[in-house]
């Protein structure tokens, strides 16, 4: 069954330091999203992702965050210049249509330090 | 603001019992509903679309009621499997595309 993979599992970063975290979608679909949730909170829209461009974002997606879809395959989510808040697990989804099921990877879990 | 509430819970069952969890949201203009269930650290996993008729998939069965803006969830014969934390998940739309928004999960404990 195809599944959505992220890549690292933990990541680990000193304050201020940019971090890229890593997504490799289901093939075959076209709309791709970044969540974050902070331990013991509800996860949070980030941004969503379509035919190569920003579809919508929340106002956490600041200027600090940006997203790339740089080949066929990987969707990779960029933090400039990380700050202690920005400790959370991250997922990545993707789904076949806009408004419809999305499947989640794993997460990378980010640690600021 | 557009919210989604839910009752965190825990509800704790024994093996068996029906339970049900309701999610109410406040944006009208809402288009597509969804329940998924999260295990502890990992990442949500779709349980059920929600459809405007109710929709039933083995044990559980999702309602949507529009008129009062909740969405519920009906598990039958729990499992100890099924304890988790259940997301409701409500896309408001925007112009052309989706925002969605998920509620903080109700926390489901099946004991034996």
């Known amino acids: 069954e195809p599944e959505v993979t992220q890549t690292p599992s933990h990541q680990v970063t000193q304050m201020g330091q940019e971090v890229i975290l890593r997504c490799v979608p289901i093939?075959?679909?076209?709309?791709f999203y970044w969540y974050r949730q902070i331990l013991g909170q509800k996860v949070e829209f980030l941004v969503s992702?379509?035919?190569?461009?920003?579809?919508?974002k929340s106002e956490i997606f600041d200027d600090q965050f940006s997203v790339e879809r740089p080949d066929g395959s990987n969707f990779t989510l960029k933090i400039r210049s990380t700050k202690l808040e920005d400790s959370a697990m991250y997922f990545c989804?993707?789904?076949?249509?806009?408004?419809?099921?999305?499947?989640f990877g794993p997460g990378t879990r980010l640690t600021v330090l | 603001r557009k919210e989604v509430e839910q009752d965190p819970g825990p509800f704790n069952v024994p093996e068996g019992a029906t339970v049900a969890f309701n999610c109410t949201y406040s944006n009208s203009a809402s288009q597509s509903f969804f329940w998924y269930r999260q295990d502890c650290r990992k990442e949500p996993k779709l349980l059920m679309s929600v459809y405007s008729s109710g929709n039933e998939d083995g044990r559980f069965t999702a309602q949507l009621n529009r008129a009062s803006q909740y969405i519920s969830l009906l598990i039958r014969d729990s499992k100890l499997s099924d304890s988790a934390t259940y997301l409701c998940v409500v896309n408001g739309r925007t112009g052309g595309s989706y925002i969605p928004t998920f509620g903080r999960g109700t926390s489901l404990i099946v004991h034996p």
């Open positions: 992702f379509y035919n190569n461009e920003i579809s919508e």
């Open positions: 093939s075959n679909h076209l709309y």
């Open positions: 989804a993707s789904g076949t249509q806009g408004g419809t099921e999305q499947f």
